[in-house]
């Protein structure tokens, strides 16, 4: 079974700084993708950005970055220039792609605070 | 248009009563999912519905009860209602695993 951790339970950064939130996962299988999702407290659960492990290109999406080392099993985010709207729960979650066990695995999130 | 919708969005109700939550998609997407984020945010599976077929049962009390009428519906039905049963349950689809998962708003449920 698969398990993601996430070592920062908050996190807090200036308006205009960077930050990078950790995550690690544990998995046997090859093949599987990675994902951070945002949560603000309107509860909605929003895909910031996805990483496919075959690629050894590191995902970006604006601000939002990764940092993917397969071999470490770590899949940080590092957001730039860090905005008041970025305040939420990050959650970082790997998917396998076999059928009848492919599912979305969550680690713990991670609380970020913006400071003005 | 919102792609993954959840009724209700609250519910307050008493131990033991049965409450169900509905969810739709109109994602043509083929994979529904119910999650349970606990006070501590913790998300975990609970199902997985394939085309209307079961595909994942994570060890879920049999209190608790999917049903997918087509593709695009999969309701959650709970039986006999306990304290411990309060969270925010969110309903997902997905078209492909390297896409991730769309999620409804979610719904808070409170046993009180």
């Known amino acids: 079974a698969q398990t993601v951790t996430q070592s920062q339970p908050e996190m807090s950064v200036q308006e205009a700084e960077t930050v990078t939130l950790s995550c690690t996962y544990d998995t046997s299988e090859s093949d599987y993708y990675l994902f951070w999702y945002k949560q603000p407290p309107s509860r909605q659960m929003i895909l910031v950005i996805r990483q496919e492990a075959y690629k050894q290109q590191n995902a970006t999406e604006n601000r939002f970055s990764v940092n993917f080392q397969k071999a470490a099993k770590s899949f940080s985010l590092k957001i730039s220039d860090s905005q008041l709207g970025d305040a939420a729960m990050y959650f970082c979650a790997v998917c396998l792609t076999n059928f009848g066990n492919e599912k979305l695995t969550f680690g713990t999130g991670t609380r970020l605070t913006i400071i003005p | 248009d919102t792609a993954v919708s959840q009724t209700p969005k609250y519910l307050v109700t008493q131990m033991g009563n049965d409450k169900s939550i509905k969810c739709e998609q109109n994602?043509?997407?083929?994979?529904m999912y119910w999650y349970k984020q606990d006070s501590k945010k913790f998300l975990k599976i609970m199902f997985s519905y394939n085309n209307k077929e079961l595909i994942i049962n994570e060890t879920v009390p049999n209190r608790f009860s999917p049903k997918s009428p087509d593709k695009a519906h999969l309701n959650l039905h709970i039986n006999s209602l306990e304290l411990g049963d309060s969270a925010v349950y969110f309903c997902a689809s997905r078209r492909g695993a390297q896409y991730g998962y769309t999620f409804g708003s979610g719904t808070r449920l409170t046993v009180v």
């Open positions: 994602l043509g997407h083929d994979t």
